[in-house]
């Protein structure tokens, strides 16, 4: 395995042994019911993982939704990490990211008929989420990012680790990504490596994992990028398009606000021989200044109107922007992802998700 990003910061180590105790001393009180941590009598199935940084959460949300929402009504609450709201917001078709966030902003874009919601505070949330008339109130509830925010006791715990930076190879913050130790992974049911590459050693990995995932409980997976869709499909005859066989046929400019470009921009650079790419941090709130810099690189690129792409997360944020060019909105697209579990391992996880939902309702 690559240890090219495992990046760390030694000199950090006595901040560290600080973060450690705190850390430490937190979960103790949650282990020993001095902080309270509160059981629900519906499925409350916990999206986490132990590191800061982008894993390939939603993408596993989004799977949970596919699966379970013709089965079940089923919310996600969330965070709703960066909004500018405050409190709890119950989302509806007209949400922005400003006011729920990105991630949540995305999924209720892609699934109007899920319920979504966002809190800070988890038990005021659950707690609205179950206040909802009977005909609405869900029967499943996926917590995104919740892992930490022990004062819900979900009835299932899947932490998500990426395959290029896996939980028991990194260090505690400040001098590595992890939130708190590798051994909290216990807390988990299952484990998912995300991100893989399809020529992943399975074997080589699952030997360095505690014993608990070393059978049936860890899983593998992979993004799959779908063909790009239409920020503005109201000013587009086409809202998706098809990349394949465009390679020398089409200049394209990518920008991107997430944790790692890294793999997007090797997947564009296969369908075109000029592709320039503009990378900001981790939901980048778009200023006016920053679409101006875009701007300029634009018009440096060769040809008439290259296409524009960016991820289904920027998007989110871009939809509801006043200063988007107007000559952009028949150009900009975004690029879905989905995850596909690896190794034939589909139908094992998907029946481990279902019992647990079906021995709860009984």
Same mark, same amino acid.
């Given at each position: 395995?690559?240890?090219?990003?495992?990046?760390?910061?030694?000199?950090?180590?006595?901040?560290?042994?600080?973060?450690?105790?705190?850390?430490?001393?937190?979960?103790?009180?949650?282990?020993?019911?001095?902080?309270?941590?509160?059981?629900?009598?519906?499925?409350?199935?916990?999206?986490?993982?132990?590191?800061?940084?982008?894993?390939?959460?939603?993408?596993?949300?989004?799977?949970?939704?596919?699966?379970?929402?013709?089965?079940?009504?089923?919310?996600?609450?969330?965070?709703?990490?960066?909004?500018?709201?405050?409190?709890?917001?119950?989302?509806?078709?007209?949400?922005?990211?400003?006011?729920?966030?990105?991630?949540?902003?995305?999924?209720?874009?892609?699934?109007?008929?899920?319920?979504?919601?966002?809190?800070?505070?988890?038990?005021?949330?659950?707690?609205?989420?179950?206040?909802?008339?009977?005909?609405?109130?869900?029967?499943?509830?996926?917590?995104?990012?919740?892992?930490?925010?022990?004062?819900?006791?979900?009835?299932?715990?899947?932490?998500?680790?990426?395959?290029?930076?896996?939980?028991?190879?990194?260090?505690?913050?400040?001098?590595?990504?992890?939130?708190?130790?590798?051994?909290?992974?216990?807390?988990?049911?299952?484990?998912?490596?995300?991100?893989?590459?399809?020529?992943?050693?399975?074997?080589?990995?699952?030997?360095?994992?505690?014993?608990?995932?070393?059978?049936?409980?860890?899983?593998?997976?992979?993004?799959?990028?779908?063909?790009?869709?239409?920020?503005?499909?109201?000013?587009?005859?086409?809202?998706?398009?098809?990349?394949?066989?465009?390679?020398?046929?089409?200049?394209?400019?990518?920008?991107?606000?997430?944790?790692?470009?890294? #793999? @997007? +921009?090797?997947?564009?650079? =296969?369908?075109? /021989?000029? &592709? !320039?790419? %503009?990378? $900001?941090?981790?939901?980048?709130?778009?200023?006016?200044?920053?679409?101006?810099?875009?701007?300029?690189?634009?018009?440096?690129?060769?040809?008439?109107? #290259? @296409? +524009?792409?960016?991820?289904? =997360?920027?998007? /989110?944020? &871009? !939809?509801? %922007?006043? $200063?988007?060019?107007?000559?952009?909105?028949?150009?900009?697209?975004?690029?879905?992802?989905?995850?596909?579990?690896?190794?034939?391992?589909?139908?094992?996880?998907?029946?481990?998700?279902?019992?647990?939902?079906?021995?709860?309702?009984?």
């Amino acid at each position: 395995m690559d240890d090219a990003h495992y990046r760390f910061y030694p000199v950090l180590q006595p901040f560290a042994f600080l973060y450690q105790a705190a850390v430490a001393l937190r979960n103790f009180c949650f282990n020993r019911g001095l902080l309270p941590s509160v059981s629900y009598s519906i499925p409350v199935i916990c999206v986490g993982n132990l590191a800061v940084g982008g894993t390939g959460k939603t993408p596993l949300v989004e799977y949970l939704i596919r699966l379970l929402s013709g089965r079940f009504r089923v919310a996600v609450l969330s965070r709703g990490y960066k909004r500018k709201s405050t409190g709890y917001v119950l989302a509806d078709e007209n949400s922005t990211a400003r006011e729920i966030g990105d991630e949540a902003c995305q999924i209720k874009v892609k699934f109007p008929q899920v319920t979504v919601a966002v809190d800070k505070h988890r038990r005021r949330g659950m707690r609205n989420l179950l206040a909802l008339p009977e005909n609405v109130r869900p029967q499943v509830i996926i917590l995104d990012d919740a892992f930490q925010h022990r004062y819900v006791k979900p009835s299932l715990s899947i932490i998500v680790t990426a395959c290029n930076r896996l939980f028991f190879k990194d260090k505690l913050l400040p001098v590595g990504h992890l939130r708190e130790p590798a051994t909290s992974v216990a807390r988990a049911e299952l484990l998912l490596i995300s991100k893989c590459p399809e020529n992943i050693n399975e074997p080589e990995i699952l030997q360095q994992l505690p014993e608990k995932f070393r059978e049936d409980n860890v899983f593998f997976s992979k993004i799959e990028y779908q063909p790009p869709v239409s920020v503005f499909p109201q000013y587009h005859p086409h809202q998706f398009l098809q990349l394949d066989g465009m390679k020398d046929k089409v200049n394209i400019l990518l920008f991107t606000g997430i944790a790692n470009p890294a #793999p @997007l +921009i090797v997947e564009i650079g =296969k369908y075109t /021989a000029n &592709l !320039r790419s %503009l990378s $900001f941090g981790d939901h980048h709130a778009f200023t006016k200044r920053d679409i101006e810099k875009i701007q300029r690189m634009l018009s440096q690129m060769p040809g008439d109107s #290259p @296409l +524009i792409i960016c991820t289904e =997360k920027d998007a /989110a944020r &871009l !939809r509801h %922007l006043e $200063f988007i060019p107007d000559d952009w909105k028949s150009r900009l697209y975004y690029i879905p992802m989905k995850m596909r579990l690896l190794f034939g391992k589909e139908n094992l996880f998907e029946k481990k998700i279902i019992q647990h939902i079906s021995l709860l309702e009984n």
